[in-house]
Protein backbone atom coordinates (compact mmCIF):
# COMPACT_ATOMS: atom_id res chain seq x y z
CA UNK A 1 0.00 0.00 0.00
CA UNK A 2 1.41 3.34 -0.85
CA UNK A 3 2.75 6.20 1.70
CA UNK A 4 0.06 9.00 2.06
CA UNK A 5 3.31 10.88 0.82
CA UNK A 6 2.64 8.97 -2.51
CA UNK A 7 -0.79 8.88 -2.42
CA UNK A 8 -0.93 12.82 -2.31
CA UNK A 9 1.66 13.28 -5.70
CA UNK A 10 4.85 13.25 -3.39
CA UNK A 11 7.53 16.08 -3.14
CA UNK A 12 5.62 18.46 -5.78
CA UNK A 13 2.70 18.03 -3.63
CA UNK A 14 3.81 18.58 -0.37
CA UNK A 15 5.82 21.54 -1.42
CA UNK A 16 2.43 23.18 -3.20
CA UNK A 17 0.55 22.36 0.52
CA UNK A 18 3.64 24.00 2.43
CA UNK A 19 3.41 27.47 0.60
CA UNK A 20 -0.27 26.91 0.51
CA UNK A 21 -0.24 26.75 4.27
CA UNK A 22 2.04 29.57 5.25
CA UNK A 23 -0.08 31.63 2.90
CA UNK A 24 -3.05 30.59 5.17
CA UNK A 25 -1.11 31.16 8.40
CA UNK A 26 1.15 34.27 8.20
CA UNK A 27 -2.71 35.94 7.26
CA UNK A 28 -4.38 34.38 10.09
CA UNK A 29 -4.19 37.54 12.82
CA UNK A 30 -4.01 34.81 15.55
CA UNK A 31 -0.78 33.64 14.19
CA UNK A 32 1.03 35.37 12.45
CA UNK A 33 2.96 37.44 14.74
CA UNK A 34 4.97 34.53 15.42
CA UNK A 35 6.12 34.84 11.77
CA UNK A 36 7.12 38.56 11.44
CA UNK A 37 11.15 38.31 12.11
CA UNK A 38 11.39 34.33 10.32
CA UNK A 39 13.06 33.19 7.27
CA UNK A 40 10.14 32.25 5.75
CA UNK A 41 12.25 30.03 2.93
CA UNK A 42 14.62 28.43 5.77
CA UNK A 43 10.74 27.84 7.19
CA UNK A 44 9.09 26.24 4.20
CA UNK A 45 12.22 24.12 3.35
CA UNK A 46 12.35 22.50 6.79
CA UNK A 47 8.39 22.40 6.87
CA UNK A 48 8.74 20.03 3.55
CA UNK A 49 11.29 18.07 4.84
CA UNK A 50 9.11 17.53 8.31
CA UNK A 51 5.97 16.86 6.54
CA UNK A 52 7.54 14.33 3.75
CA UNK A 53 8.76 12.34 6.55
CA UNK A 54 5.66 12.46 8.48
CA UNK A 55 3.60 11.16 5.74
CA UNK A 56 5.74 8.16 4.84
CA UNK A 57 8.06 9.48 2.14
CA UNK A 58 11.83 8.61 1.55
CA UNK A 59 12.88 11.74 3.49
CA UNK A 60 14.51 11.44 7.06
CA UNK A 61 13.90 14.65 8.89
CA UNK A 62 16.80 15.41 11.32
CA UNK A 63 15.23 18.78 12.90
CA UNK A 64 14.60 19.61 16.43
CA UNK A 65 12.02 17.65 18.46
CA UNK A 66 8.66 19.31 18.49
CA UNK A 67 9.21 20.21 21.89
CA UNK A 68 12.10 21.88 21.49
CA UNK A 69 11.62 23.47 18.18
CA UNK A 70 8.43 25.19 20.00
CA UNK A 71 9.79 26.08 23.73
CA UNK A 72 9.25 29.52 24.79
CA UNK A 73 7.11 30.18 22.26
CA UNK A 74 3.65 30.24 24.41
CA UNK A 75 1.60 28.68 21.83
CA UNK A 76 -2.37 27.73 23.30
CA UNK A 77 -4.03 25.29 22.29
CA UNK A 78 -6.51 27.07 20.38
CA UNK A 79 -3.23 28.58 18.20
CA UNK A 80 -2.20 25.00 17.71
CA UNK A 81 -5.92 23.89 16.69
CA UNK A 82 -6.10 26.98 14.38
CA UNK A 83 -2.99 25.71 12.29
CA UNK A 84 -4.43 22.10 12.08
CA UNK A 85 -7.23 24.18 10.48
CA UNK A 86 -5.46 26.28 7.82
CA UNK A 87 -3.36 22.46 6.81
CA UNK A 88 -6.54 20.60 6.59
CA UNK A 89 -7.43 23.74 3.95
CA UNK A 90 -4.18 24.21 2.35
CA UNK A 91 -4.12 20.03 1.86
CA UNK A 92 -7.77 20.64 0.81
CA UNK A 93 -7.24 23.43 -1.75
CA UNK A 94 -4.22 21.26 -3.43
CA UNK A 95 -6.76 18.35 -3.94
CA UNK A 96 -6.26 15.94 -1.36
CA UNK A 97 -9.35 13.91 -0.44
CA UNK A 98 -11.14 14.09 3.31
CA UNK A 99 -10.16 10.52 4.24
CA UNK A 100 -6.51 11.43 3.31
CA UNK A 101 -6.84 14.60 5.08
CA UNK A 102 -8.31 13.40 8.54
CA UNK A 103 -5.54 10.30 8.02
CA UNK A 104 -3.11 13.31 8.25
CA UNK A 105 -4.91 15.15 11.02
CA UNK A 106 -4.94 11.81 13.27
CA UNK A 107 -1.33 11.90 12.88
CA UNK A 108 -0.68 14.80 13.83
CA UNK A 109 -2.94 15.32 17.08
CA UNK A 110 -0.35 13.68 19.17
CA UNK A 111 2.04 16.52 18.75
CA UNK A 112 -0.79 18.88 20.23
CA UNK A 113 0.94 18.16 23.78
CA UNK A 114 4.63 18.41 22.21
CA UNK A 115 3.87 21.97 21.12
CA UNK A 116 1.36 23.16 23.80
CA UNK A 117 2.71 21.79 26.91
CA UNK A 118 6.73 23.08 25.64
CA UNK A 119 5.63 26.81 26.65
CA UNK A 120 4.44 25.42 30.24
CA UNK A 121 8.25 24.43 31.33
CA UNK A 122 9.71 27.48 29.54
Known sequence: MPSIFDQIGGSAAVSAVVDEFYTRVVAD?????????VDMDKLKAH??????????GPQEYRGKSMDVAHAGLGITSEEFDQV????AGALESCGV????????????????D????????A
Do not use: C, N, W
Open 29 to 37: PMLRGYFAD
Open 47 to 56: QRSFVAAALG
Open 84 to 87: VVHL
Open 97 to 112: DGETIGAIAGALAPLK
Open 114 to 121: QVVQSQAV
